[in-house]
């Protein structure tokens, strides 16, 4: 896939967060990241969560990507065709429950290499996923984050998939979060048929 598609630099004064569940405590939260797409770079919101760390390894505490939250139980329909593509093929069963954060893409291939931590792709976005994911960790242990009261599984998914041009971008946040989303899952896609 095209390689030269990369995260430049996280905005840390972007960073909002809300609770998303307290029985295993997590939180949701935006932050903007610039992108670099074939020379130009974009500025994109992406999608955390802090893990409560109860299962599959997850870090407690560690902010991990996702692509939404699931607002229906059932197939994947509240995102655009493209994300509902992607989280089809890569979620066990191609459905899943109401509330769960889509994060399976994350997850999903090979990783070859034992160190990984699983959660942040297997490509070449991995790193920069991984260092945001920290810093987002910092970030929110000394309490230097907007907190957004009404920020839902609903108002996240409409902001990351949104139509909105942002100043000096090129292109609207859904067209680029996609593109994004694509890029890691073509490197998903490759890295499974290499086997």
Known sequence: MNSSIYIKEINKKSFCANIYSVKHFRMIGLVDVNIE????????TLAYYSSSG???????????PIIGIKTTTGLFTEFTEYLNFVLSNTTEGGLAEKGWLAK?????????????????????????????????KDLYDKDEFCKINYLDAHLLNEIVTSKKLYRGNKHVQRENYERFIHDIFIQTENSLDSE
């Open 37 to 44: 797409y074939d020379h130009n770079v974009e500025q994109v």
């Open 54 to 64: 109860t299962n599959n390894g997850k870090i407690k505490g560690l902010w991990y």
């Open 104 to 136: 399976s893409l994350f997850f999903y291939g090979d990783f070859f290499d034992n160190s990984m931590i699983m959660g942040f792709s297997n490509g070449s976005h991995y790193e920069k996923l991984l260092e945001i994911g920290r810093t987002l």
